[in-house]
């Protein structure tokens, strides 16, 4: 209904315009004004005049054709002015308006799709994408889904898209949640993250889908059911213990995670034919890129953290590393030479 009001209103200001137009002309015309009434010059002139710019190269040559311009096509033109530029205006601010309170569509693809407002919480974590985007491939858009009424909080980096529920196939539609390459589910909950959880694999099982969970428990059920999901657990509990036994363990955690400053855990893919063993891959991004080997996710899946140096890197591997900066474009047919 609000579209078919605004089109109403669309429409009755062209039909005005164009009898303002019509009655120009032909009060021009019965004012013998032959000059005015040109097809080549009377557009042009009357948005000149109406406008009040009056470059003052055609001006009518009559007494009558005087008290028209006067009385008619000046304030009848400046009132039309006014009113298509405050409707021309009205409309990009609420082009603008739908767009920072996310009731637009999306259209995009291989974006990382975040699902969930926690405020500060989501607001980091937006950043911190951000901060990595330059070092993907394809600078993946990042698009926000939320249920809250909120504006954007990034509306220069971040897409924002506003739905009722993070499994309405119509609303999800507005955030291309199909063709996301990478979706985060952080709700309020695990019963609304575990909704959400299942509603994406199932219309999109090719994405990587990383979801938090605060038991444990329910985020190893959805990972026995769905096994490409990747559930984070909440390790408050962990730190706190790990902290009390090794002072300082919190604060080396959370290094290795700030990508702000600092040494930061970075992971790059294996994509050479030949296996090279852990001890020459630690030494040689040690020594090129002054960057320390911490782990290897194997063919089953697991990540082997501090593994041996006997051990063998594989095609397909993904290494974890520490470095100062994401290491990008790394040459891994030169370790084995």
């Known amino acids: 209904m609000l579209i078919l009001a605004r089109l109403i209103r669309w ?8 009898a303002y137009l019509c009655i120009s002309w032909l009060l021009l015309w019965i004012c013998q004004e032959p000059q005015l009434t040109k097809p080549d010059t ?4 009357l948005m000149v005049t109406a406008s009040t710019v009056g470059y003052g190269d055609y001006s009518p040559e009559t007494a009558a054709g005087r008290w028209v311009v006067t009385l008619f096509i000046i304030p009848i033109g400046l009132m039309g002015f006014g009113v298509l530029l405050g409707r021309i205006i009205g409309g990009l601010v609420a082009h603008w308006r739908r767009s920072i309170m996310g009731l637009r569509p999306i259209k995009t693809e291989n974006h990382i799709l975040v699902m969930g407002w926690n405020q500060e919480r989501t607001e980091s974590l937006l950043k911190l994408l951000i901060r990595e985007r330059p070092h993907q491939e394809d600078h993946a858009d990042i698009v926000l889904c939320v249920k809250e009424e909120i504006e954007n909080p990034l509306p220069d980096h971040v897409h924002l898209v506003r739905v009722s529920s993070f499994s309405h196939h119509e609303d999800m539609a507005r955030a291309s949640a199909k063709d996301a390459a990478c979706i985060i589910i952080d709700g309020h909950d695990d019963d609304a993250t575990s909704a959400a959880a299942l509603y994406i694999t199932s219309i999109n099982p090719d994405a990587h889908v990383i979801a938090h969970f605060n038991n444990k428990v329910m985020g190893k059920l959805m990972k026995s059911h769905f096994p490409r999901l990747e ?5 408050v509990t962990e730190m706190f213990a790990k902290s009390a036994v090794d002072p300082g363990s919190s604060r080396l955690i959370y290094e290795l995670l700030n990508v702000d400053q600092g040494m930061t855990q970075y992971s790059c893919i294996y994509d050479q034919d030949i296996a090279i063993p852990v001890h020459t891959a630690f030494r040689w991004l040690k020594q090129v890129h002054d960057a320390t080997l911490i782990a290897i996710e194997g063919d089953d899946g697991d990540i082997h953290i501090n593994p041996s140096f006997d051990n ?3 095609k397909g591997n993904r290494i974890y590393y520490i470095a100062d900066e994401r290491i990008s474009g790394v040459d891994w047919s030169i370790a084995h030479d």
Do not use: C, D, R
């Open 11 to 18: 429409k009755g200001l062209l039909i005005a315009s164009v």
């Open 312 to 314: 063998k890197v594989l």
């Open 231 to 235: 559930t984070m657990p909440s390790v």
């Open 42 to 45: 009377f557009f042009y002139w």
